[in-house]
């Protein structure tokens, strides 16, 4: 964990317990603009962020991105694949 430094001061980095206890006893008198600002970062976190986009522009997830790399494993393990050989000839056919 990286050091946390304040101007030339340099801090102790604060263990995870310790920020948690600090964020939860701040939320107890925070006003209504930082809660709100708290809240739009922990939705936007939930988020899946895009690791990618289709042709259409649609955005792909790392989650969607993973699904597909392990269904395109299984289709490998149970001899669903195809030479290149194959699909050039399927190319000329569209």
Do not use: C, F
Not at 11 to 28: A, G, N
Request: net charge positive.
């Amino acid at each position: 964990m990286e050091s946390l430094t304040l101007g030339n001061e340099k801090k102790k980095p604060m263990d995870t317990v310790k920020i948690r206890e600090e964020i939860s006893q701040y939320l107890q008198h925070a006003d209504d603009r930082v809660l709100k600002l708290i809240h739009g970062l922990i939705k936007a976190d939930q988020i899946a962020s895009p690791v990618g986009y289709k042709p259409d522009g649609t955005a792909i997830t790392k989650e969607e991105l993973i699904s597909r790399a392990e269904r395109s494993e299984k289709d490998i393990r149970e001899g669903r694949v195809k030479t290149s050989k194959q699909i050039r000839e399927e190319i000329k056919h569209w």
